[in-house]
């Protein structure tokens, strides 16, 4: 084979190689992704053995390769009358007493194994980036991060019925709730699962108790693979 044609005939193999791994991690990414973010699939939930094997030998924290993808989305107002305006993308805060933060779009994963009887595993989901919108206060060096804690399955568990505490980065956890201008709490709730094909999700729960409360309006959900 002469050289040019040789060396064509290379590139045109890398290229294509090159698309078929495209195309294979397009395929798993949208395999990942729910068809409505908001609506927790039904799945076959992992064992805690299912989990203990994800890890490393003589590790206690497995980190994934993927990261996780958060979305949220609000509705302006409901009413006991008419019901609620449409829900819009976006929008939501999260606030405690020590700040006010926008939901991370997406982040950090890792499996994390806590040997103290019980036994229990959790899913870590940290934000690559530090939190915005800290109330003004001037931290020491940078903002902290939010950090979800999902789980935790226990020894002889399933992952599944699981929540989620939220705590900022190297700070002692305090409870978020929605931010809202209006004195009711705004405290939220968690329904979620990691399934056996490596998915996971979990969806903050509406809480109509209050109608136009900001538990009412408001909705996050997280998705992933491990």
Not at 110 to 129: C, F, G, H, K, N
Not at 157 to 176: R, W
Request: aromatic fraction near 8%; proline fraction near 8%.
């Amino acid at each position: 084979m002469p050289m040019r044609e040789a060396v064509c005939f290379v590139v045109l193999l890398t290229l294509s190689a090159s698309c078929v791994a495209t195309s294979d991690a397009r395929a798993v990414e949208e395999r990942s992704a729910p068809s409505d973010p908001f609506a927790l699939e039904a799945c076959t939930p992992m064992t805690f053995a299912d989990l203990v094997a994800k890890f490393p030998p003589g590790e206690m924290t497995a980190p994934l390769g993927s990261p996780f993808t958060l979305v949220s989305r609000s509705r302006a107002s409901c009413n006991a009358f008419t019901g609620c305006t449409p829900w819009a993308s976006g929008n939501v805060l999260l606030q405690s007493s020590r700040a006010i933060v926008e939901p991370p779009r997406s982040g950090l994963a890792a499996l994390v194994l806590d040997t103290t009887a019980p036994a229990r595993i959790s899913l870590d989901l940290l934000a690559r980036e530090p939190s915005a919108g800290v109330l003004g206060l001037s931290w020491p060096h940078v903002p902290p991060r939010l950090r979800f804690q999902c789980g935790a399955v226990p020894i002889q568990g399933i992952a599944d019925g699981l929540h989620c505490t939220l705590a900022l980065e190297a700070y002692e956890l305090e409870p978020f709730e929605f931010a809202t201008t209006t004195e009711d709490t705004a405290y939220f709730a968690w329904d979620g699962h990691v399934c056996t094909d490596g998915t996971y999700q979990f969806v903050t729960r509406i809480d109509a108790n209050n109608v136009d409360g900001a538990a009412n309006r408001n909705q996050m959900a997280i998705w992933g693979r491990l």
